[in-house]
């Protein structure tokens, strides 16, 4: 069993930066491969960025790209998502997951994952 708890979600004027962390129970957090997903209102929850266990391969939304960096600690049971340059499309409630596969194929898509946190907000500002 993982517990995932997500933080540093907030208001931000557009062209702001803001830094979400989840921070995850147990031992066994290295086991996991990370995700990072965001639901707006009425709408789908869609994928944002996902880490690989060792945190050496990194995949990445093309609505995001070149502007969020995913990164995480193992030794810190932590896993980051760093936000600049956000638009107020980027606004939704944010949350991490937890899976054990790490294919590309998995990690970008909500089945993917077992444990799920219970989401942070975002709301850029124009």
């Known amino acids: 069993q993982v517990q995932l708890v997500e933080s540093g979600g907030g208001l931000v004027q557009t062209g702001g930066s803001l830094r979400l962390s989840c921070a995850a129970s147990?031992?066994?957090?290295?086991?996991?491969?990370m995700g990072w997903f965001r639901q707006a209102p009425g709408k789908e929850r869609e994928f944002v960025a996902a880490?690989?266990?060792?945190?050496?391969?990194?995949y990445y939304a093309d609505s995001i790209k070149g502007r969020f960096t995913i990164s995480r600690d193992n030794a810190k049971n932590t896993v980051y998502l760093q936000m600049s340059s956000l638009k107020p499309e980027d606004t939704a409630v944010y949350y991490c997951?937890?899976?054990?596969?790490?294919?590309?194929?998995?990690?970008?898509?909500?089945?993917?994952?077992?444990?799920w946190g219970q989401g942070t907000q975002v709301t850029v500002s124009s």
């Open positions: 997951a937890a899976g054990l596969v790490e294919t590309i194929a998995v990690v970008t898509t909500t089945r993917g994952y077992d444990y």
């Open positions: 147990g031992r066994t957090f290295s086991r996991y491969a």
């Open positions: 880490i690989s266990r060792s945190g050496r391969s990194v």
